[in-house]
Nanobody
C-alpha cells in the first residue's frame, strides 16, 4: 500500500501563496488517484482538489477554484497543490490522500498522510 508524506505548510499573510507537496512511496503511484482534503478548526474534513492517475482530470471545490492548482509528477511519485490568493478561511490542516478508485469518488480515499498546517493571517 502507498505511504504519503506532506510538506510545505506554514504561516502566510492573506493574499500570499504556498505550495504543498505530497511524496508517495510503497506502491505504484499511477495506480492511485490523488486528492487534497482539509479540516478547519471546528469543521468537518472537506475535499479541496483531486486529480486522476494520469493527471488529465481534475476537480476543485468551489471555494478554491481559480486560486488553487493541483498537479502530479508521476516520475517523481508526487502530487502538488499550488495555493494562491490565500484567505484566512483557507486556514486548516491539509491532508494528501490516495484512492484506487475514481478521482472524484471522494468517499473512496483510504490512504492518508499525516497532514500539514496552513495558517493564513488577515
Amino acid at each position: 500500500q502507498v505511504q504519503l508524506v506532506e510538506s510545505g505548510g506554514g504561516l502566510v499573510q492573506a493574499g500570499g501563496s504556498l505550495r504543498l507537496s505530497c511524496a508517495a512511496s510503497g506502491d505504484t503511484f499511477t495506480r492511485y488517484a490523488m486528492g487534497w482534503f482539509r479540516r478547519a478548526p471546528g469543521k468537518e474534513r472537506e475535499i479541496v482538489s483531486a486529480i486522476s492517475w494520469s493527471g488529465m482530470s481534475t476537480y476543485y471545490a468551489d471555494s478554491v477554484k481559480g486560486r488553487f492548482t493541483i498537479s502530479r509528477d508521476n516520475g517523481k511519485n508526487a502530487v502538488y497543490l499550488q495555493m494562491n490568493s490565500l484567505k484566512p478561511e483557507d486556514t486548516a490542516i491539509y491532508y494528501c490522500a490516495a484512492s484506487r478508485g475514481r478521482y472524484d469518488a471522494f468517499g473512496d480515499y483510504d490512504y492518508w498522510g499525516q497532514g500539514t498546517q496552513v495558517t493564513v493571517s488577515p
